[in-house]
């Protein structure tokens, strides 16, 4: 990587996948055999217990995502609730690499339905190469860290500096925490970053108080009227305008 410019492009997940892959709650669909296996756990749980813990998990997970959509709660973390289905089934504190086998049990499946463009993947790269921090700013009921295993598998290992899941964070977009967190983390100005969204009311129309420059990206040829400090691309390409 070239020396960094000091500024970054801050992307919503939607902006880079090939079909909407951001969600609050969890929809998979697990059976066996296992998709994932788990080498450290199989040796005290079978598969068909290893698959009723994630149902389990995925059954808690998205009651809790209910109720916090309907503003009663926070959404739940899947670490949290990982380690609990575990200690029930277990009756013992689970190691920790139980805990991440379950977790990439689900992730897999959520991660499985995404992918990436040739064509965003050498943007990317381009930005990159160029001296600008990356970073990722997704609703997703998954950790950041599995997040980055999509991107490592995708051939873009290390491109990103920042990775903030609503997971993780226990918000959810629109709230502009994540965004401010995900700033922070690059310990850069937040006039220095670009946020790319491909969700007006999600992504971009909520960070008023954010001065960070705001680019819509939408196929779409008609769009109802953006304030004039909101820019409109119809593809990615088009982002070289404002970085």
Same mark, same amino acid.
């Given at each position: 990587?070239?020396?960094?410019?000091?500024?970054?492009?801050?992307?919503?997940?939607?902006?880079?996948?090939?079909?909407?892959?951001?969600?609050?709650?969890?929809?998979?669909?697990?059976?066996?055999?296992?998709? %994932?296996?788990?080498?450290?756990?199989?040796?005290?749980?079978? =598969? /068909?217990? $290893?698959?009723?813990? !994630?149902?389990? *998990?995925?059954?808690?997970?998205?009651?809790?995502?209910?109720?916090?959509?309907?503003?009663?709660?926070?959404?739940?973390?899947?670490?949290?609730?990982?380690?609990?289905?575990?200690?029930? %089934?277990?009756?013992?504190?689970?190691?920790?690499?139980?805990? =991440? /086998?379950? $977790?990439?049990?689900? !992730?897999?499946? *959520?991660?499985?339905?995404?992918?990436?463009?040739?064509?965003?993947?050498?943007?990317?790269?381009?930005?990159?190469?160029?001296?600008?921090?990356?970073?990722?700013?997704?609703?997703?009921?998954?950790?950041?860290?599995?997040?980055?295993?999509?991107?490592?598998?995708?051939?873009?290992?290390?491109?990103?500096?920042?990775?903030?899941?609503?997971?993780?964070?226990?918000?959810?977009?629109?709230?502009?925490?994540?965004?401010?967190?995900?700033?922070?983390?690059?310990?850069?100005?937040?006039?220095?970053?670009?946020?790319?969204?491909?969700?007006?009311?999600?992504?971009?129309?909520?960070?008023?108080?954010?001065?960070?420059?705001?680019?819509?990206?939408?196929?779409?040829?008609?769009?109802?009227?953006?304030?004039?400090?909101?820019?409109?691309?119809?593809?990615?390409?088009?982002?070289?305008?404002?970085?």
């Amino acid at each position: 990587m070239s020396v960094k410019n000091n500024k970054a492009v801050l992307f919503s997940l939607d902006v880079l996948t090939k079909r909407k892959a951001e969600c609050e709650s969890l929809d998979v669909h697990l059976e066996l055999p296992l998709s %994932t296996t788990c080498p450290i756990l199989s040796r005290s749980l079978k =598969q /068909e217990e $290893i698959l009723a813990v !994630a149902e389990r *998990v995925v059954l808690i997970y998205n009651a809790i995502v209910e109720q916090a959509l309907n503003g009663d709660s926070r959404p739940p973390n899947l670490n949290t609730l990982v380690e609990k289905a575990l200690t029930h %089934t277990l009756t013992r504190a689970p190691y920790f690499e139980e805990t =991440q /086998e379950v $977790i990439g049990l689900i !992730a897999s499946e *959520v991660y499985k339905k995404m992918s990436i463009s040739d064509e965003y993947k050498r943007i990317v790269e381009l930005l990159y190469t160029t001296g600008h921090m990356l970073g990722i700013v997704a609703n997703l009921p998954i950790p950041a860290s599995f997040l980055m295993d999509f991107f490592i598998k995708s051939g873009l290992r290390g491109y990103f500096e920042t990775i903030i899941t609503s997971n993780d964070m226990g918000v959810f977009k629109p709230s502009q925490d994540m965004f401010r967190h995900a700033i922070h983390s690059m310990g850069i100005r937040e006039r220095d970053v670009v946020i790319i969204g491909t969700n007006y009311d999600r992504d971009i129309q909520p960070l008023h108080d954010i001065v960070s420059t705001k680019v819509f990206l939408t196929k779409r040829t008609k769009t109802k009227s953006l304030p004039t400090h909101i820019r409109k691309i119809r593809t990615l390409a088009e982002l070289k305008n404002f970085v």
